[in-house]
């Protein structure tokens, strides 16, 4: 996901609860610099404020690890040394 991507989704969850820029920054706690930022992509946005703010809007933020695969030619159930 870009940070294009997150303000997009930040700026249409925030239009279809009906809030204002200012409204959703009080909320969450941040300027509204910051929410303008983020909602136009900005990639330096801080997480902290950023998570701030899906909060406030009752976003979920899920990050799943990678998958690790054993390495080819092995079953993955070799001993470590």
Same mark, same amino acid.
């Given at each position: 996901?870009?940070?294009?991507?997150?303000?997009?989704?930040?700026? !249409?969850?925030?239009? =279809?609860?009906?809030?204002?820029?200012?409204? /959703? $920054?009080?909320? %969450?706690?941040? #300027?509204?610099?910051?929410?303008?930022?983020? !909602?136009?992509?900005? =990639?330096?946005?801080?997480?902290?404020?950023? /998570? $701030?703010?899906? %909060?406030?809007? #009752?976003?979920?933020?899920?990050?799943?690890?990678?998958?690790?695969?054993?390495?080819?030619?092995?079953?993955?159930?070799?001993?470590?040394?």
């Amino acid at each position: 996901m870009t940070p294009e991507e997150v303000g997009r989704i930040v700026r !249409e969850t925030r239009r =279809a609860h009906g809030l204002r820029q200012d409204q /959703l $920054a009080g909320a %969450a706690g941040v #300027g509204v610099r910051f929410l303008v930022e983020l !909602e136009a992509g900005k =990639a330096t946005a801080q997480i902290g404020k950023a /998570l $701030a703010v899906l %909060a406030a809007l #009752g976003c979920n933020l899920r990050i799943e690890p990678p998958r690790m695969e054993p390495p080819p030619g092995t079953t993955g159930h070799e001993s470590r040394k």
